[in-house]
């Protein structure tokens, strides 16, 4: 398969990359991710509602501009490169959970203010560590005469300090169900969690009798977070090209102005081999996301194959890639105060942010009846 590009999406690219030059320097980076926020309200409204980028995949009908997965990953692709601090994952997650859903209701009154990037939204399925798929579920939804009231906790909610729309999963008397929880409401405890990577934000949510409303049928949670975590995985993948793609351009850059021994330390040969090693390994990443990215437009029935793939490789590659950056850079790499820290530690963090490379083969190895699914 050959993939190309259009000239509209590159134009995307371009632009998008510009953009991001002026508004996500590593100065601006770190501003950023040391305010309680974690994302800057200004950059974020230019994304949302001149860029259009929140909306580029959802629906006309409900606010979006009906574009595909693939003007998405080019998105994400950038945002990575740039090491951008912004809600715009979470976003994509809670828009796909809607879509999925398959509840029209719920998509006519939730996605037009996520499209527009009024309304932050983000996806609450996890309990415990580890649980990558959300398999467990204690949080319980309970029926009343006023509608359900949800009681539990979810770990790690990407952006769940900051969001204004909460989706939660929660068990039923039908199986796990979505519901949709405003966050300000009564019973709803919000506690941010400090992680390695301090570009991209967690919470633990806490929900006692919150109200919730239900979205999609009962017991039809388990499909939908399946579907969500399958997009999801992509748009990682894309994002953890732009990382090491930067990187990359990092070290072959140093390379060329370090001078030991009288000459620039590129012009040595285990520098060489270890920048050749680099494009390669990227290169094979940006296959694997770029695939993942097609499929997703235009064959989405094996997106949970093309996923689990793309997902099991980039993780690897970014992270190998942070790695041989900062051993490029020597000493100065090593500190706090060199941006290859902050690439390192996304890379780090993104490695399991859907499961380890471990979990994604096995789970693609299940998809692929190479195992049997009990194993």
Known sequence: MEFVYTQEQ??????????LAAKSPEA??????ETELGHDPQVWTALTSELGLTALAVPEEFGGLGFTFLELSIAFEEMGRAL???PFLSACMASTALIASGDRAAQADLLPGIAEGGTLATLAYMESPQDWAGATVACRATATPDGYRISGTKRYVLDGAAADLVLVVADTDGGPTLFAVDPAADGVQRTSIETLDPTRRFADVTFDEA????VGEAGGAPATVSAVLDVAAA?????????AQRVLDMSVEYAGIRVQFGRPIGGFQAIKHKCADMFLAVEGARAAAQHAAWVATDDPATLPVAAGLAQAVCSEVYSTAAEENIQIHGGIGFTWEHPAHLYFRRAKSSEILFGDSVYHRGLLARRLAVVPTSA
């Open 10 to 19: 590159d134009d995307l690219r371009t632009s998008l990359r510009k953009f």
């Open 211 to 214: 109200p919730g409303r239900l």
């Open 84 to 86: 951008l601090c912004a």
């Open 28 to 33: 601006e980076v770190r501003r950023v991710m």
């Open 235 to 243: 748009a990682l993948a894309a994002e953890q090209v732009g990382g």
